[in-house]
Every structure is written in structure tokens, then in C-alpha cells.
């Protein structure tokens, strides 16, 4: 053994180097039985890592654009969904200042994803589910106590509308909802009542539409009976 | 989209929903937010593919490469750093993005990119 395979061998490295040695051991094995000359292990590694980047490098240079191009579709992205999206952010976070940063960050990441070449067909929700996450990940981290849960964009546009006569009811009605649902559920009709379709609630909850489809079903079922008992009852 | 109104007439929407003022108000903040966007988006465009000379680069450029050798260093240890680096050619987010993705995937590597431009 060689120095250069002293130093990645296991225990003088971290554990994604520990991977990459095993890895490439098994591929010097493969190419010792296939007659390829020896060439050491790092030799191989670079071989490899040189095909690696150029096969990448390749198949994206078609289905990706370079920085300038994501950064003016991240623009345009912004124009599109921007408001929306502070809506959301705030409805989640209550905070001017975290929705913004929530917003700044979300596009941040788009960039970075569509510099990277990768392939985002539904930028919506694809940008809904990046800035749920980041503000979850925020207030985990930040280690405030407060409700992570969505609030309701019914329940919005509702505390909007005082001047109905059925708002305090319906603010009611919201509340003994989400405490009747269970949260996937009540994730699924709050999506829905932001306008996604199933489609949309599917990528953005990483489940299928189908079930998708059955969890609001079983929500609008739930309620139903709810309601139903309610009025019996009155 | 009526959803509630499904479940209960009381709940029904008796007009046709227009843009609250709320939702003008978070139209007009977002739109407010463009300029901070967009010059972040600037600084990393330029920085994201490094192909100027080494020797007339910028503190943030160099900030960014050292960065990124650390981060090489640490996933795939000193060697590799400075075999890649001996290929001739400087090492950037652009021209290593694909060997990050290859081992770490595409959300790690996102983040490691962020991770990268921090703060610049």
C-alpha cells in the first residue's frame, strides 16, 4: 500500500471517505478481473471522479442553464410568486421579519437548485414545500415554542370578512376542525383551501394524489358527522 | 374555491373572491424584497463559475475557493483536494457541483453551495 492509500484508508478519514474507499476498492477488484492494468487506487479515483463530473457535466449542460439564466428565472419566478408566498410564510411564521427572511432564502435556494441543473416542473409548490421547511427548521432550531402547525387560509380570509355575520362562528368552526383531524389532514384541506390541487398537495407532502385525494375525503367526512351531531344537538 | 362552503351553507362565499387588501399588502412587501434579491442573486451568479486568474481575484472569490477546498477536504480528504486542484484548472461551485452531487446528492449539495456563499 501506497501513501496516497494510507491516507483515505478506513479510520484516517471521515465516514463519507470510508464509503468512497470501500467503493473503490470494489471497483480495483472489478478492474484487476477485467484485466485493466493496476494503477493504484488513487489513480482510479481520479479516473473515476474525472468521468463522473464529465457524464455530468454533459447531461446537464443540456437540461440545465448556467448562473445567469437561473438567476433571471429566479427572478421572473419571484415576480410570479412572491406575494403568495409571503402570505404563506407569514400565516406560518406570524413574524414580518422571518417571512421575509423565509421569502429571501426560498428564492436563494432556487437559484442554487437551477444553477445545479436540477429539473423543478411545478415551481409552486416547489417553492411552498422549500419554505415550509425552512421556516420549520428555523423555529426548531431557534427553539421557539410557539405552534409550527399551518394556520388556515380559510380562517384568513375569513378574520378578513368581520363584516360577515358568520366570521366568530366560522373561526369556531376552524379551530374545532383542526382539533378533530389528524394533522395530515388538516395539512391536506389547509393546502387545498390555498388553491393546490391534488397534484400540487401530492409533491408538496411527497404522497401520492390518490391518497391525497383519500385523506381529504376522509376529512370532509369526519366533518360531516361533526356537523351533523352539532346541529342534532342544538 | 369553496371548500368550508361544502360542508355547511352558513360558510358558503356569497361573492366572488377578489384580492383582499391583505393580499395587496403582501404584494407590495414582496415586491419591495426584489432589490435585496436581486443583488444577492448578482454576487452569486458571478462567483458560482470562477474562471477568472487566480492571481486578480476578488477577497469574496477567494473566500468562496478556500471555502470550497475546505469543504472538499472534508468530504473526501486532502488528497483528492489537491488532485483536483492539480487538473490545472480552478475549482469552483460550477466545476464541482457535479463530483458533490455524485457523492453527497442534490439537496446536500445544495445546501453545502449556501453553505459556501454565506454572508457574501
Known sequence: MNEAELRIAPGNCSATADVIWRALKGL???????????EGVI??????????????????????MDAQSARERTIEAYQLHAGVLLA??????????????????????????LAQGE??????????????????????SARIRTAVSLEDAGEERLRDERSMPDADRAADWIDAARQLLAPREWQCVQLRAEGFDYTEIATELAIRPGTVGSLLHRASEKLRIRLRKKEGSA | MNLFGKWHPGLMRRKPQTASSRDVHFEAEAASGLDELQTRLNQWSDLWSQDTDPAIRTAAQKLVAERLARWIERCFGQHVESALRGKGTPISLASSTPIFTAFLGRRATRELSRRVLQDI
Do not use: K, M, P
Not at chain 1, 43 to 64: E, F, K, P, T, Y
Not at chain 1, 88 to 113: K, N, P
Not at chain 1, 119 to 140: G, K, P, S
Open chain 1, 28 to 38: 480495483q477488484s472489478l478492474c484487476n478481473r477485467v484485466g485493466t492494468e493496476d
Open chain 1, 43 to 64: 489513480g482510479l479515483a481520479r479516473r473515476g471522479w474525472n468521468n463522473i463530473a464529465a457524464q455530468q457535466v454533459h447531461r446537464r449542460r443540456d437540461a440545465s
Open chain 1, 88 to 113: 404563506y410564510s407569514h400565516r406560518l411564521t406570524r413574524d414580518d421579519a422571518l417571512a421575509q427572511d423565509a421569502l429571501q432564502e426560498t428564492f436563494l435556494r432556487y437559484f442554487l437548485a
Open chain 1, 119 to 140: 429539473d423543478i416542473r411545478n415551481v409552486r409548490a416547489w417553492l411552498h414545500r422549500v419554505a415550509h421547511n425552512y421556516v420549520c427548521e428555523t423555529l426548531r
